[in-house]
């Protein structure tokens, strides 16, 4: 893990208070004819984030700088408890004025192969090339406590190295298929943000940051920005072991 940077808050709400401050002074810092290429991961840890967006910076941005994008959604309708698209639309996206026609949902509701398949030509189609691929400009990724990232979880790592950016996963337990981005993409981003809170994360946290022999079966651990910077927000709970 080379030089990635290590933010530890004391709780998850000031992790959240933080990295909104962030997010506002980046989009300030853009070009105003620019747009920003943000992709964001789903599950619970977003969740505070996007809360305290929609209530502390609803106008204090300009929304329509930015492109949405997704890391990985879970294969079923946007309207489905499980939709990573459903829960930020219902806590963030109702509340700030991103134009819909910025926001590119994965289509969890399509044919997974398929969806994977448009999904990688949107991205080709609105994120410009930098190295020879997509280059995002923000990338706001999870962590489980197996060490999965995206839905790139242990058992099928080799999605990580896939050749294609977007690919079919099968969560392990669930079974549930899942659309994700792959590491090349992952790894081609301007700046990628681990957000990571809670205790259960604390061993994986370790292992990852610590445990360079022990670290390569975890997906979470191939993410390193090749020519780009890699932050880790996490908070005393997740950082305990370190
Ligand atoms: C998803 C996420 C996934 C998530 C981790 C952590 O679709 O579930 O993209 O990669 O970031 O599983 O999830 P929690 O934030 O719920 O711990």
């Not at 002074?25 to 505070?48: C, E, I, R, V, Y």
């Not at 997704?70 to 946007?78: I, Q, S």
């Not at 990628?192 to 259960?200: I, P, R």
Request: glycine residues 4%.
């Amino acid at each position: 893990m080379s030089d990635s940077e290590i933010k530890i808050f004391s709780n998850a709400e000031i992790l959240a208070q933080s990295l909104a401050r962030n997010f506002q002074h980046w989009m300030a810092q853009a070009d105003n004819d620019k747009k920003l290429n943000l992709a964001l991961s789903g599950g619970s840890t977003p969740q505070k984030i996007f809360k305290h967006l929609a209530e502390n910076y609803h106008n204090l941005i300009d929304w329509t700088k930015l492109n949405l994008f997704w890391v990985d959604e879970r294969c079923v309708p946007p309207d489905h408890a499980d939709s990573n698209y459903g829960m930020t639309r219902k806590l963030l996206l109702e509340k700030v004025n991103i134009p819909p026609e910025q926001v590119f949902r994965m289509k969890g509701e399509a044919e997974p192969a398929d969806e994977a398949r448009r999904y990688e030509a949107s991205i080709s189609a609105h994120v410009p090339q930098q190295y020879n691929m997509p280059r995002f400009d923000w990338i706001w990724l999870g962590m489980g406590d197996d060490g999965h990232t995206a839905s790139i979880f242990p058992d099928q790592l080799a999605l990580f190295q896939a050749a294609s950016f977007c690919e079919v996963a099968i969560h392990p337990v669930s079974k549930q298929k899942r659309i994700t981005l792959t590491g090349k993409i992952l790894n081609n981003a301007a700046k990628v943000s681990f957000l990571v809170t809670g205790n259960s994360k604390a061993e994986m946290i370790h292992t990852i940051l610590n445990q360079p022999e022990s670290r390569e079966k975890f997906p979470a651990a191939h993410v390193n920005p090749s020519e780009g910077k890699l932050e880790w927000f996490l908070d005393q709970s997740a950082a305990a072991n370190l």
